[in-house]
């Protein structure tokens, strides 16, 4: 089945830029439409709104990415569950935070300041090969290690953590393991459960086609219990839904990650819009739209002008995520191929002097053909 038609028209340009902002699907527009004229005319707010919508978003991130429903709290980015591991987490004084070297600036906003503030020390993983791996930071254990914070798909190259074993170092070592899964989520097939991190956040712009300003934090349940309590957003005290006669000296939160949640959780233009995303990416399927990207980008490979261009990505499959980056030959040339491609309407990611080409269902091989065809020129 061809999803393009689920798409608004790009007006002439190819859009392979889904790695930097995934386009509204046109029923989620729809939805977000329809959340404002609810404002508009508020006495159309269907009084369950409040709860069900996010619980509804909950659900079906349950479902795509594999967890507890009750395990998700609705935010607006990666960068809110990363807050909330980093504000909320039991740190002791020399305790260690690693990240990779060039991470996404999201993962050292968020840890640095616990190093100025004396509470944690930032230690930065080199890659001993090209791509750092699972054994470059498992290496880099001590016993003051108490967290290790990487993306699951890298931003700058799209090469794809092995996660099974760094996170089965961790749990020996008693180590928490904070993944970040915006350059994959919804993109490839994964189940939470089994990549066996405490964490994971995402932002929910990209691959899960939602409005900006959205994302979810996942926490283990058993994890959870690694985060001292915190204020939260009051519709997750435990009995919420009756506010209006909620005893109010005895107020915790209730079971589960919602206590995370972002206020205003039920911001009903985006999870509106974030729920018809889902529900479409659940009808097309997680496994369809990865093997999708697949043949999408195993086409670029093969075609890709090797006189003049390099990859940039691991070669092997299995070691990327659902996109790939490539460059001129001559690296000061990159910058170049990049201005040919705006100039030609082809629509893609300039990172680290480095082409990040990400297709998604709406992109088709006429789309990889035409991004080929300037490259070549």
Sequence with gaps: MDHRSEFA???????????????????????????????????????????VLPDR????????LGGETEEFAITSGASSGMAAVATNFDWKPGDEVLIGQGEFP?????????????RARVKVIAPHGRFLTAADYIEEFTS??????????????????????????????GVALLLDLSQCACAIPMNLQDLG?????????????????????????EAMKKLRP???????????????SLPLDNVKPADGGRRWDAPETASFTNLSAMQASLELIEKIGVQKIAEHNRRLVAQLIERLPRDTCVLTSPSAEEGRGPYVCIAARRPERTSELFARLQAANVVVSLRENALRISPHIYNTEQDVARLIAVLSS
């Design 230 to 244: 915190a204020p939260f957003y009051w519709m997750a005290i435990e009995g919420a839904r009756n506010f209006h």
């Design 106 to 118: 999201a993962h050292f906003a968020t840890f640095m300041p616990l190093e100025h503030a004396g």
């Design 144 to 173: 003051r290690t108490r967290m290790v914070s990487v993306s699951l798909v890298r931003f700058d190259n799209g090469a794809r953590m092995d996660a099974g074993p760094l996170a089965e170092a961790c749990r020996k070592a």
């Design 9 to 51: 028209e790009f007006d002439g340009v190819t859009y392979l830029n889904c790695a930097e902002q995934g386009p509204l699907p046109l029923v989620s527009a729809r939805a977000a439409q329809a959340s404002l004229e609810w404002k508009k005319l508020p006495q159309r707010i269907p009084d369950d709104a409040y709860f």
């Design 197 to 221: 991190a405490d964490f994971a956040v995402s932002s929910g712009y990209k691959w899960l086609l939602g409005p900006y300003g959205t994302g979810f934090f996942w926490a283990r349940r």
């Design 57 to 64: 978003v909950r659900n079906l991130l349950a479902k795509l």
